[in-house]
């Protein structure tokens, strides 16, 4: 999405930045916090409602939205207090200038009056054309009605607007006015009186904080007021003392040095007003003049506005760095446009401009002008064109709609868009998701020489945000990651099978789970997956590895040594110190087949010494000591075995459970000490046979036992 047109023409502004900029400075001396109601939109058959103070007389600003006559009258309601109100028009529908940044010239032709009777009041019925209030959507009107009798002496009045035109289905935009007398201020019956009140300085403390109280300013300016009128019990610029005469001081050139070294002394600018107004001041040190020779705010901003004169202010803000070049060859070339009157809907200055161009049905020409002034290639303009000028979210540049798109949770729906406006080929899509998906699933479960050819072609940080999810590829990086794919393709779905074999059953179900029985078969079949089943294959596999690391952890510490020789010799010692340090390690079938012939030759030979050992052990014994070791090669490499001293304690175990035939003493017997065999006593050949099939005594359990096998061994 390429940046609208209306954008270019905030390098212009009608130049009238000259006045806000210069003369911003002088802002802090205003704290009077002038009411300015919100402008609010009544939808058909809706209403809307708002408490304020009580007033006697109501004063209202409406409009029809739109620039075309509506087709039908328009009914506006007004209630207060839950009461009509029926008087007539004080000021018989005069007109009014909206404030909305649009100027509307009155217009009285018999087709578009106000009223068709000078008596017809807001809620008549009987007066002719019904309910009429608003008739012409090119022109705002203001409304006074005198409502004493309806609000009497409460604190507060509810007030409640209707919009009950059902003919042409426009919305009513309604700005209310009314809020004097205000008893903060001096009971200031109207702006003018409100703004004398809050022009003197005694008054800056009440104002200032009035205003903050009612969010008509920020708690913040609120400050700088208050600051301000302690500052000025000193001395402001020039020796002022209060608003109008600090204002007259500083609104213009000639004190423009004095004033800004004041307000940066006292804080009372912003840092970037502060370094503009200094660019300014620098411009006119160096022998630049002023656009038409301007002295003050609106002198400037009404000598910048008029097309005729946008080149001259043009090469000010070029002159006081205001624009760089690029900025300024860009808004050449809107020059002759505006010269001509070609821009859209006529538009000379950045708000004009943009609110034209943010109504959607103004798109075709705001996009025709782009194109025709260069800001548009003719494929862009044409996209534009089929899409409105809004992306996906309604975003309107590309870094907006980027932006906007790289969030996961809005993929779906950008890549949807692209398809509903045929913005890129289905096949194309196709690519790019499949592309997402695997990179999606993880790295581990790709060839290094696929994970070469991505972060050689698109850099690490892009694959890593495609990764997580950050980035969203467009065509050509689609392209890239399909080329990179491509070449190691059986590759790829080999080790993607090879996963899925070694799966265990915990990371099976967290893939049946997340894909679905379809989905998983999809995967195992070869489909690539979605990116946001690439986000499910990521996840289980990772917790997968993650188990097994922790087992080849605890596996490695409880090995013995020589099988820890072993595969540290066939992994190579870096690759152990990881493992048993918990760094992240590439688990592949080489690890297992380490694991599986070192703890298989680390077996072997502690099997032979064992069968040697139970060559001549009774049946019960070798049956025991075979069913508790079991695999004794897989036992090692789960660690359930870490050497022959967990050997020896499962033979104790069986050997002690063993009763030969005959018996042996009991413990204590001879009046011995218990645990030691009587003095005297001479083991049967038939007690020292139970004893050899055990390597040594150290096989069987301390006490009695352990004592006669020793007697045996030794006679």
Not at 123 to 140: C, F, I, K, R
Not at 155 to 163: G, V, Y
Request: with cysteine.
């Amino acid at each position: 999405m390429k940046k609208q047109p209306f954008l270019i023409f905030g390098l212009l502004a009608g130049m009238g930045f000259m006045g806000s900029l210069l003369f911003a400075l002088v802002s802090f001396a205003s704290p009077i916090p002038m009411v300015q109601a919100e402008v609010e939109r009544i939808a058909v058959g809706s209403s809307w409602t708002t408490t304020v103070q009580p007033m006697s007389a109501l004063r209202l600003v409406a409009r029809i939205t739109g620039d075309v006559p509506a087709g039908g009258n328009y009914a506006m309601e007004v209630y207060v207090n839950g009461k009509p109100v029926i008087s007539s028009l004080l000021n018989k529908g005069a007109s009014f200038t909206f404030k909305d940044g649009r100027t509307f010239p009155y217009r009285s032709e018999n087709g578009w009056m106000l009223f068709y009777s000078q008596n017809f009041s807001v809620n008549n019925t009987a007066a002719s054309g019904g309910y009429q209030v608003l008739t012409d959507p090119g022109q705002a009107y203001l409304y006074e009605w005198n409502i004493s009798s309806l609000v009497g002496g409460a604190s507060s009045m509810k007030l409640e607007i209707k919009n009950n035109g059902k003919t042409a289905g426009r919305q009513i935009l309604v700005q209310v006015l009314s809020r004097y007398p205000i008893a903060e201020l001096g009971n200031c019956g109207d702006e003018n009186a409100c703004r004398d009140y809050c022009g003197k300085q005694a008054n800056y403390a009440a104002c200032s904080d009035y205003g903050a109280k009612n969010n008509i300013i920020s708690p913040e300016d609120a400050e700088k007021a208050k600051k301000f009128a302690d500052v000025l019990n000193g001395a402001g610029p020039g020796g002022c003392k209060d608003e109008a005469s600090c204002r007259s001081y500083c609104e213009g050139v000639a004190h423009l040095e004095e004033c800004i070294s004041f307000a940066q002394k006292h804080n009372f600018a912003s840092g970037d007003q502060l370094a503009e107004a200094q660019k300014v001041l620098s411009a006119l040190k160096k022998g630049a003049t002023l656009p038409g020779g301007c002295t003050d705010k609106n002198s400037c901003e009404s000598y910048c506005k008029d097309s005729a004169h946008v080149e001259e202010c043009l090469s000010f803000a070029k002159k006081a760095g205001f624009i760089s070049d690029q900025e300024a060859a860009e808004a050449e070339k809107v020059l002759p446009f505006i010269k001509s009157g070609q821009t859209p809907g006529g538009c000379t200055t950045k708000a004009d401009c943009q609110k034209f161009c943010d109504d959607s049905s103004n798109n075709t020409e705001c996009v025709n002008f782009a194109e025709k002034a260069g800001f548009m290639s003719k494929e862009d303009a044409t996209m534009a064109r089929i899409t409105g000028g809004k992306g996906p979210g309604g975003c309107k540049s590309k870094d907006s709609c980027e932006t906007y798109c790289n969030a996961k949770t809005h993929q779906q729906e950008c890549f949807d868009f692209a398809q509903k406006y045929n913005l890129i080929p289905p096949d194309k899509l196709k690519e790019m998701r499949e592309g997402m998906g695997r990179l999606r699933s993880g790295l581990d479960q790709m060839p290094q020489e696929a994970i070469s050819c991505l972060k050689d072609n698109l850099g690490q940080d892009i694959v890593t945000k495609i990764q997580d999810g950050s980035f969203t590829p467009g065509p050509q990086t689609g392209d890239t990651i399909k080329g990179c794919f491509d070449k190691v393709m059986p590759q790829l779905q080999a080790k993607l099978k090879q996963g899925l074999d070694q799966a265990t059953p915990a990371a099976l179900q967290c893939l049946q789970n997340g894909l679905g029985e379809d989905g998983l078969q999809k995967i195992k079949n070869g489909e690539a997956p979605t990116p946001e089943n690439g986000d499910v294959l990521k996840k289980c596999f990772g917790a997968m590895k993650s188990e097994g690391m922790n087992k080849l952890k605890n596996g490695l510490s409880k090995m013995p040594p020589e099988v820890r020789s072993c595969i540290t010799e066939k992994l190579g010692a870096d690759t152990v110190q990881k493992i048993q340090s918990g760094e992240d390690v590439n688990i592949g079938p080489e690890i297992g087949s380490a694991m599986q012939e070192c703890a298989k030759a680390g077996v072997a030979a502690m099997q032979q010494k064992m069968d040697e050992g139970l060559k001549s052990a009774p049946p019960e014994i070798k049956s025991c000591v075979e069913s508790k070791l079991g695999s004794m090669s897989a036992k090692m490499q789960s660690g359930e075995l870490s050497g022959e001293a967990d050997v020896q304690k499962l033979i104790q175990e069986c050997v002690s459970n063993f009763k030969p035939a005959g018996g042996m003493p009991p413990p204590g017997a001879g009046g011995e000490t218990e645990g030691n065999p009587p003095a005297g006593f001479a083991p049967t050949p038939e007690i020292c046979s139970q004893f050899r099939s055990v390597p040594s005594c150290s096989y069987v359990p301390a006490g009695t036992a352990q004592d006669m096998c020793k007697k045996c061994k030794t006679e």
